[in-house]
């Protein structure tokens, strides 16, 4: 092969490595539900990371801190932050693709109904995997919720605010959502996204404390004034 069809190659393999994965998760929640493969996968993880961390650095010439590759560390926060929101958008940006290309490809309905059925998988992931970062005990209850909040994908791209309202609720607010933000600039309404919010924001507090009930107060197509998009309210019973 040539040099530009070796480079192709390698993003191609790369591509095949994480649907490998991901496909194994998948494979492994069907087999034995979805808390024991987030276990089973925290193991699979660490020890992955640990083998292929220590071949790429090899290959690459970067050394190893603290589980950390050095390069990383090395950078400054400027730089790190840039990073970090550079990849929350290209999650964003991928989940758009896949709601078009299906949209184009089977319709508006099969569209809504895809993202709506893949929030109910991967909010709860994403909640699992911010509690394990911020080893957050298994009920944190509301306060836990609002650390967690803070630490999605959608934290690095969004504008958000939490307003605390009585002792066992608070109400959460998106300011300025990078999709509909879009949308308003191209002179187009609000995206309908209540039904995905539903899923979205009752799965991941549920998966943050069984607790933790989810209200939603406004979001597209309801009407909602202009300092924010959606507006959600938690609270215990």
Not at 7 to 14: E, W
Not at 45 to 66: A, N, P, V
Request: net charge neutral.
């Amino acid at each position: 092969m040539e040099k530009k069809e070796t480079a192709r190659l390698i993003i191609n393999y790369i591509h095949r490595a994480m649907m490998h994965y991901a496909l194994w998760y998948a494979e492994v929640e069907h087999q034995f539900g979805r808390e024991k493969a987030l276990e089973i996968m925290q193991k699979a993880f660490d020890r992955s990371y640990e083998i292929q961390m220590k071949r790429l650095g090899k290959t690459l010439g970067f050394e190893m801190e603290d589980g950390l590759p050095s390069s990383l560390l090395k950078m400054s926060m400027e730089e790190l932050d840039r990073l970090k929101k550079s990849i929350a958008i290209n999650w964003l940006v991928n989940d758009g693709v896949w709601f078009q290309a299906v949209e184009f490809t089977r319709g508006m309905n099969d569209a809504k109904r895809c993202n709506d059925s893949c929030w109910g998988q991967f909010s709860p992931f994403e909640a699992w995997s911010v509690k394990q970062f911020l080893n957050l005990p298994e009920r944190p209850g509301l306060e836990g919720l609002k650390k967690a909040l803070n630490y999605r994908l959608y934290a690095s791209i969004n504008i958000q605010s939490i307003v605390d309202e009585t002792q066992n609720s608070f109400v959460f607010r998106m300011n300025e959502c990078r999709v509909q933000v879009a949308r308003k600039r191209k002179g187009l309404k609000d995206y309908p996204c209540k039904s995905g919010g539903l899923v979205e924001y009752t799965t991941f507090a549920e998966a943050i404390d069984p607790k933790i009930r989810t209200e939603c107060l406004a979001c597209p197509p309801d009407p909602h004034p202009d300092d924010y998009y959606c507006s959600w309210k938690f609270y215990i019973e």
